[in-house]
């Protein structure tokens, strides 16, 4: 039951009144990470370059055991600055090559893909659409290839993970995010996605994307909690209270979409009661990561069990 997650792997840069740290980060990294984290087989697929940053990048991967397919990258690796204030939300500014991201399609995607379970998106240059053309073919191809050997048709999981300073395009974007997104087994989606995207409610976004055809969509609207509606079922859960304080709240969303691919790769869910489980997962896997700095995902027995877990990111 492997997974291949395209997207970005970047280097976090973190500056605040404590000084300056770097994480290795991406979202479509953490998920992979997470997944590993939780037992699931990782396959990344995303764009570095040829530099130190990479290098770091490439023995974390390597040290969580998840595989990793390489576009390179001429502009050398993608970093992200995040400047946080005590009063309010981070800001972040890109470097060109994280502008300029472009992930090359070919045989070992596709090969990696049709062994595949299923086929996560997060963090994709929706805006390009030559960079979903490709995307979208190379997975029917895998699909093909897969049914071709008896096995089953490519799945596909989906959070736009839109940003400020990568977002070329808004319309565009929104177009080929829905295009992979109408086909999805699950699409993952936070409130200020439906702001920035649509400047509408996670609510219409949420029933937009069952409309045009998702199976699933976890909604998350951080402090709040999240929702999961699949097809008449809407379950919502708030974040649950663990032991400790809040003290990063950067990987919540990764955490609680891995939470949810794992859970629903192991069992489909059916029921009310069902859904109601894996987003309670969810829910205490994104708490758990919030106690810690950086985005590495973390489960609530690394709350009592603080050896490994103590040392982030």
């Known amino acids: 039951m492997s997974v291949v997650v395209v997207g970005d792997a970047l280097i976090d840069e973190l500056r605040d009144e404590h000084g300056v740290r770097e994480f290795v980060g991406g979202a479509a990294l953490n998920v992979a990470v997470g997944l590993a984290r939780l037992g699931v087989p990782a396959t990344l697929v995303a764009m570095l370059g040829d530099d130190e940053p990479a290098s770091r990048i490439r023995r974390y991967l390597a040290d969580f055991g998840v595989e990793l397919l390489a576009t390179p990258s001429l502009l050398g690796t993608a970093r992200a600055v995040s400047t946080r204030s005590g009063g309010g939300e981070p800001t972040y500014d890109f470097n060109e090559a994280a502008q300029q991201r472009r992930i090359r399609f070919g045989d070992r995607e596709r090969e990696a893909m049709a062994d595949a379970a299923l086929v996560v998106v997060s963090c994709f240059a929706f805006d390009d659409a030559e960079q979903i053309d490709d995307l979208a073919a190379v997975i029917a191809d895998a699909g093909a290839l897969a049914l071709s050997e008896g096995r089953a048709e490519v799945s596909v999981a989906v959070d736009p993970n839109p940003r400020t300073g990568m977002l070329r395009d808004k319309s565009d974007f929104v177009r080929g995010f829905e295009r992979l997104a109408a086909r999805a ?48 079922i809407v379950v919502t859960r708030p974040i649950s209270n663990l032991p400790g304080r809040v003290v ?42 919030c106690r810690f700095e950086g985005a590495l995902l973390r489960t609530p027995s690394a709350l009592t069990n603080m050896d490994l877990d103590r040392l982030g990111t």
């Open 185 to 232: 087994a699950l699409v993952k989606v936070g409130d200020d996605d439906a702001a920035l995207l649509y400047g509408d409610r996670l609510d219409a976004l949420r029933a937009r994307l069952i409309d045009l055809g998702a199976r699933a969509v976890l909604a998350t609207e951080g402090a709040a909690g999240a929702t999961i509606e699949a097809g008449d």
């Open 248 to 289: 990063d709240t950067m990987g919540a969303g990764d955490a609680a979409f891995a939470a949810t691919v794992a859970s629903i790769l192991e069992t489909v869910p059916v029921t009310t009661d069902e859904w109601a489980e894996v987003l309670q997962n969810a829910m205490d896997v994104a708490a758990a990561t």
